[in-house]
């Protein structure tokens, strides 16, 4: 994880992975809960913790390509020119043909999901900072 990111590519050849997404880590929150329910497995779960509550907290301040929770509305924001940040990422040359900025629908649906999630979660191990000081900070109802 680097900036509350996890990579979505790793070139042929390459050592280092490409940050540049704003879903992939969203998808990573439903991952694991589908890995938890199929294996009981609530040890990795605590491990990993600390790294979900951090991209949160590095999703509420911002991070990278403008991805950050917009404080007037709580919903997530995304973009920066010249970068394909989701699962449409289509690009030939320079043009980035869906470029999908601002509030997409289905990355606000994904960032519920992983508040959801990981409050939950939280509630499950006793955590001390429940995750609804993260959500009142975005302005988020998290039921």
């Not at 790793?10 to 540049?20: C, N, R």
């Not at 999908?100 to 939280?122: F, H, P, S």
């Amino acid at each position: 994880m680097r900036d509350g990111l996890i990579p979505n590519l790793f070139p042929e050849g390459e050592q280092a992975g490409l940050y540049h997404t704003a879903d992939a880590t969203l998808w990573y929150f439903h991952a694991i809960d589908r890995y938890v329910r199929a294996t009981g497995d609530r040890q990795t779960l605590r491990g990993l913790l600390p790294v979900l509550r951090d991209i949160v907290d590095h999703h509420l301040r911002g991070t990278r390509f403008g991805i950050g929770v917009d404080p007037s509305d709580g919903l997530l924001r995304q973009g920066q020119e010249g970068y394909q940040l989701t699962w449409m990422d289509a690009k030939v040359g320079d043009w980035v043909v869906t470029p999908r900025r601002g509030k997409a629908v289905e990355i606000n649906a994904l960032w519920y999901n992983a508040l959801r999630l990981l409050t939950q979660w939280l509630v499950d191990e006793a955590q001390p900072t429940p995750i609804h000081c993260f959500a009142s900070r975005a302005s988020l109802s998290v039921v």
